[in-house]
């Protein structure tokens, strides 16, 4: 029977019991290489090959979280075909970033796919830990981009790798493919493996994605954090701002996301026409194409849901090739996200586990509250507003 992983699938990773029985790191060696049993970032050696590239790398994921809740764990994100994954760097007085081993296979990796030396690029199996003795296969991934950044262990700000893998379109892996990678005893070797046609398309430079039909509709416990939680607790926090002081957090928020070129205005209070801030996106060059935008940043308790009618008046101020921002602090009921949905609203609705992701992401959040000094420049903004 031919070994092989299928995206979806569980295997069992019960080596310590059995050698026979077990389905992942007994079938990655083949007496010679392996990828051994421990660490979240492995990688097989070539046994003729002399390079110190990885023939491959498993990742493993133990703590998986969702694009709604926390950039500091995992995201696998079937819709976009994308997962996101932190090196393996851990709080230690001793080590750098640059010192644990999965992430000097992860520079060396990147290093070559900025220097476009495919040939030498490692394919990349992607598990999530499901429970005890049990791994789930989430895809073959490449590396496509890298960032240096902060994570949090254990409530320590770490400086740690945060890779971005791109699932290409192939549902099966077969370790034969893998093993034979290991005895190529040179690079042209590497192109007679029996290597996957996607991969041979990415070594061309042409990457086909995984592109997942997901589901767009998110109940209320996708949208809002669990009652009780530190993430609940920022919300309560948010909530309790004035509404001015809410909409400088948001415009505030959008104009330090990464990444993105935009320029954002909040409105005036008293001629603002129930809108709350305005501006453009800038699609860099070459493509340089700006697209307009108009905003509401709203307060709502997490028990009181948006509802179709809050929505619809965006939409009707929404004029042609204009894109419309809906902020909250709660959730949408499922007939709002229909409604934008089947109509074709170029409309994007940020809940409240967007906003919490966010102030995750810009380092807004400090010992389970909203960052004081950070809060305190708010007020400091509104009161100039006032003064002016």
């Keep these: 029977m031919t070994k092989k992983y299928k995206i979806g699938h569980n295997y069992k990773d019960i080596l310590s019991v059995s050698k026979e029985l077990d389905q992942f790191v007994s079938w990655f060696s083949n007496g010679q290489s392996g990828i051994g049993n421990s660490?979240?970032?492995?990688?097989?050696?070539?046994?003729?090959?002399?390079?110190?590239?990885?023939?491959?790398?498993?990742?493993?994921?133990?703590?998986i979280s969702h694009r709604w809740h926390n950039p500091w764990e995992d995201i696998i994100d079937y819709s976009?075909?994308?997962?996101?994954?932190?090196?393996?760097?851990?709080?230690?007085?001793?080590?750098?970033?640059?010192?644990?081993k999965g992430n000097k296979h992860i520079m060396r990796v990147f290093n070559k796919v900025l220097e476009n030396q495919l040939e030498l690029i490692p394919p990349i199996l992607h598990f999530s830990k499901t429970e005890s003795g049990v791994v789930k296969f989430n895809g073959l991934c490449v590396l496509t981009d890298l960032d240096l950044t902060w994570f949090e262990d254990k409530g320590n700000p770490v400086k740690n790798y945060r890779c971005e893998?791109?699932?290409?379109?192939?549902?099966?892996?077969?370790?034969?493919?893998?093993?034979?990678?290991?005895?190529?005893?040179?690079?042209?070797?590497?192109?007679?493996?029996?290597?996957?046609?996607?991969?041979?398309?990415?070594?061309?430079?042409?990457?086909?994605?995984?592109?997942?039909?997901?589901?767009?509709?998110?109940?209320?416990?996708?949208?809002?954090?669990?009652?009780?939680?530190?993430?609940?607790k920022i919300l309560s926090e948010l909530h309790n701002l004035s509404p001015t002081e809410f909409e400088i957090v948001v415009v505030e928020l959008f104009r330090n996301l990464p990444n993105i070129n935009h320029k954002i205005i909040r409105t005036q209070p008293t001629a603002d026409g129930g809108l709350d801030f305005y501006g453009q996106f800038s699609i860099p060059y070459p493509v340089k194409y700006e697209i307009e935008f108009l905003g509401e940043a709203k307060k709502f308790g997490r028990n009181n849901a948006v509802q179709p009618k809050h929505v619809s008046r965006l939409v009707a101020r929404l004029n042609r090739g204009q894109y419309g921002i809906f902020v909250t602090t709660s959730y949408y009921t499922k007939q709002t996200q229909k409604e934008v949905l089947e109509d074709g609203y170029p409309v994007r609705l940020f809940t409240g586990n967007d906003i919490?992701?966010?102030?995750?992401?810009?380092?807004?959040?400090?010992?389970?509250?909203?960052?004081?000094?950070?809060?305190?420049?708010?007020t400091d903004k509104m009161k100039n507003e006032k003064i002016k």
């Design 39 to 63: 660490g979240g970032i492995r990688g097989a050696k070539y046994l003729y090959l002399q390079t110190d590239m990885p023939c491959y790398l498993v990742m493993i994921t133990r703590n």
């Design 80 to 100: 976009t075909g994308k997962i996101f994954y932190w090196g393996d760097a851990k709080f230690s007085i001793d080590k750098e970033h640059t010192d644990f």
């Design 165 to 232: 893998l791109t699932i290409l379109d192939i549902d099966t892996v077969t370790i034969e493919w893998l093993h034979e990678r290991v005895k190529c005893k040179s690079i042209s070797d590497l192109k007679y493996t029996h290597s996957p046609n996607v991969w041979n398309q990415y070594l061309k430079g042409d990457i086909k994605r995984l592109d997942v039909w997901s589901k767009r509709i998110l109940n209320k416990d996708e949208q809002i954090p669990p009652e009780k939680s530190k993430e609940a």
């Design 356 to 378: 919490v992701n966010i102030l995750k992401e810009l380092r807004l959040v400090e010992n389970g509250s909203l960052k004081k000094s950070w809060l305190q420049s708010i």
